[in-house]
């Protein structure tokens, strides 16, 4: 068990996806995926194994929830600076989205 405060630690906040690219050195297929912050956390960058459910064209504008605080990854040839959250279900990876249109960089609760 964690207690709220170590919870409160974690920074889970909005973005919009401006880009994805295949992560072509990653072991396993994943995209390498931009994300509009706002303007106070700007523009980032993850790698993420959901080619399975997901294809480029439907990500892209869509708005993802992600953790924004974890110590960056190397992942292929990518920095890894946010993860994005999603279910691991029977049919793949399945991203958390909020049902609402919203600001991107708003903050999770």
């Known amino acids: 068990m964690i207690t709220i405060e170590d919870f409160d630690k974690v920074e889970i906040r909005v973005g919009t996806v401006l880009d994805v690219k ?5 072991r396993n297929p994943a995209y390498v995926i931009t994300i509009d912050f706002g303007e106070n956390i700007g523009i980032k960058k993850s790698s993420a194994q959901i080619t399975k459910l997901y294809k480029p064209e ?9 953790c924004v605080n974890l110590t960056p990854l190397h992942v292929g040839s990518v920095t890894s600076e946010v993860r994005i959250l999603g279910t691991e279900s029977e049919q793949g990876v399945v991203l958390l989205k909020p049902a609402e249109k919203v600001k991107n960089g708003d903050k999770v609760y």
Not at 22 to 26: E, H, I, L, Q, T
Not at 58 to 66: A, M, R, T, Y
């Open 22 to 26: 295949d992560n072509k050195k990653s």
């Open 58 to 66: 439907d990500l892209i504008g869509s708005q993802v929830i992600c």
